[in-house]
């Protein structure tokens, strides 16, 4: 039994929406300042920085489906995920702040930065996939999932926001702007302190709702059933498919994220208004994006709202920089220049984040197929599975970034205005046919993903009569 039934009230939304803003701010640091910061800043080589975050990235992503089976699998009496919110947040604050302050201020070693990469990565797993594991668990309602789902990336977007806003207007508004060194100090400790807010005020608000023991205890951990578990729930044809089409997805968005605080500084040579703009723009396609989402999955399915949203993307966020090599773009770092760009980034953002939100929301009714077949439930495996997907494909992503920089031999201490177009050129052109081969293969696959509204409600109800009735035959429950 779901913790709610029928309309999941609003507090409800707003409070499990909230915890999201932790992975908010963790995003928008990796995807847009942490390899510029690495790079440019502390001059480490954009390659070796992109490799070692990819591997980073692949370190957490294996280990987070056994931090789902964990999760899956804690018996405790405020039930199965709450003790994981209470204690992660605290480490991983510290972790985060030590990502921006490296001992001396100076460039740690490709290790170093492994190592503290891979403490984020592992403690923010520690904290998400407990969180969206509880979605499928308040409500089984197809619908209300996906609006469970619109707070999370609103409220993630939030976070990642105001830290884009801090960093713009507060720590990073000197001469050197997004290159000052010593923003990234209080960058990091504001970044800390909002993780804990987050997390620990979503899990204090839904504490009520959910703290209560699981209904049966789990049997005793063992390392082999663990493996045999997230080998079985990856065997999902449906997980599969929407696999495939993620990964292409989360690719193509590692990449844009990146790569935009090189093509901002150097392509379209952003001035200090232009980049504190610049996450206001990001807000607001987040607010369209939690406006249209839920009419699209309505008309067109979860499937192919993600499949047309990924394509729809590519198409507006490309736009500019064809039209840039063509020469017919207003001149880089006057106003209708960036008046423009920020137009087509609008719509771009808003498209990819209702790709993002409606193949995320397709993993909650895949949960239902899985216990369907196994007689089991298993949130936490299947989102780690999601966020396993996500992590590889983000640290491709970044790693993709690094070699297109180092490819487009870009000086680590390159300034707006004076790089080349034999430099930029190679990089909005890699980057560009990059973008087009991911998205092309995000909609294929998303759109063939096998789950629909009809078939996830009848579903539902041969769940429901199984659950009234013991395999004798006998009526349990009314």
Known sequence: MAFTQGPVPLRIKLIQGVGAMAFGVKDSGFSFFLLIF????????????????????????????????????????WGR??????????????????LWSPPGGEAPSFLGLLGIAVGVRLLLSACEVPQVSLV?????????????????????????????????TVFMRGPDGILEADGYVGFGIAGGLLMIASVIGSAIGLHALVAHPPPDRPPPFRWLDAFA?????FSEK??????????AAYISQGTTFSISQYVNAFVWQFDERAFQAYPVVLFFSALLM????????????????????????FGFAFTPYALFLAGAWPEAGTLPSTALFYCFLFLGNTSGIVSMISATSMVAEIIEVYEERTGERAEGKFYAGNWLIQKCATGAGIFISGQIIALAQLPT???????????????????????????ATAAFWLARFPITRESHEA????????????????????
């Open 136 to 168: 499928p668990e308040i409500t089984t309602d197809y619908d209300e999932r996906t609006t469970l789902f619109r707070y999370r990336y609103l409220m993630g977007w939030s976070g990642g926001i105001v830290m884009m806003i801090l960093a713009y």
């Open 413 to 439: 201490d390159a300034r707006p205005g004076t790089v080349s177009m034999e430099v930029l050129t190679p990089m909005i052109l890699l980057y560009g046919l990059v973008s087009l081969i991911l998205a």
């Open 459 to 478: 579903r539902l109800a041969l769940l429901d009569d199984a659950a009234r009735t013991d395999p004798t035959g006998e009526v349990l429950r009314p």
């Open 290 to 313: 939690f406006v249209v989402v839920s009419p699209l999955h309505r008309r067109l399915g979860k499937p192919h709202t993600a499949a047309y949203g990924a394509l729809a993307a």
């Open 38 to 77: 690495y790079n440019q800043v502390l001059g480490m080589d954009a390659g070796l920085v992109g490799l070692a975050l990819a591997l980073a990235l692949l370190v957490d992503a294996v280990a987070d489906p056994f931090i789902g089976y964990f999760s899956d699998r804690t018996y405790t009496k």
């Open 81 to 98: 995920r709450l003790p994981w919110l209470y204690i992660a947040p605290f480490p991983l604050a510290v972790a985060w702040i030590m």
């Open 238 to 247: 449906a997980f599969l498919i929407f696999a495939a089409g993620a990964m």
């Open 229 to 233: 578990e997230i080998k079985q729930a």
